[in-house]
């Protein structure tokens, strides 16, 4: 994939960022209302950086095949399996069924992988390497300071929503 570490934990956080985004937009759209659907306060929503770069390293082996078509395959399968396991843990952590899967869903992680394989990435990574690593290293450095603290609060309030909705 040709990237340095400093350059895969960047793009995780802006796919987590970019993602935290299209769940807010997703939500406004549908249901008319501001949610947060991330576990984290902040914005970001890691299950989108994570497949974000699942679907990068996946391209390294369907690269020889057309393009396109590869990558809205590993974006529905990534996506499904990703969505699927989140959802698994979710509901598992809050002792009831707080996120469901929609028909539709895998058809739009495949449009994402396309959307990320042959357009966003490609421009992501050429500003990265352009940007200072000062700036890099001063935004990673509150984007994982801010992102760790969040994420075990986020995981604490679920376990301490399922033991509310289990005693009642």
Do not use: D
């Not at 549908?30 to 390293?57: D, Q, V, W």
């Not at 290293?137 to 994982?144: C, G």
């Amino acid at each position: 994939m040709g990237y340095e570490l400093y350059e895969l934990l960047l793009l995780f956080s802006i796919y987590s960022i970019i993602g935290w985004g299209i769940g807010i937009c997703s939500s406004a759209l549908t249901k008319g209302i501001y949610e947060n659907r991330g576990i984290c306060r902040g914005p970001y929503c890691p299950s989108y950086g994570i497949g974000a770069l699942l679907i990068l390293f996946s391209m390294n082996y369907l690269t020889m095949y057309h393009v396109v078509f590869m990558s809205f395959l590993a974006g529905l399968a990534i996506g499904t399996i990703l969505e699927i396991l989140v959802m698994s843990c979710v509901n598992g952590l809050c002792g009831g069924k707080l996120i469901s899967f929609r028909w539709y869903h895998p058809l739009l992680f495949g449009a994402g992988g396309v959307i990320l394989v042959c357009h966003l990435n490609t421009l992501l990574t050429a500003v990265i390497r352009s940007i200072s690593p000062w700036v890099h290293f001063a935004f990673l450095i509150l984007f994982w300071l801010f992102f760790v603290s969040q994420f075990i609060e986020g995981i604490s309030k679920m376990m301490r929503f399922k033991k509310r909705s289990t005693i009642s």
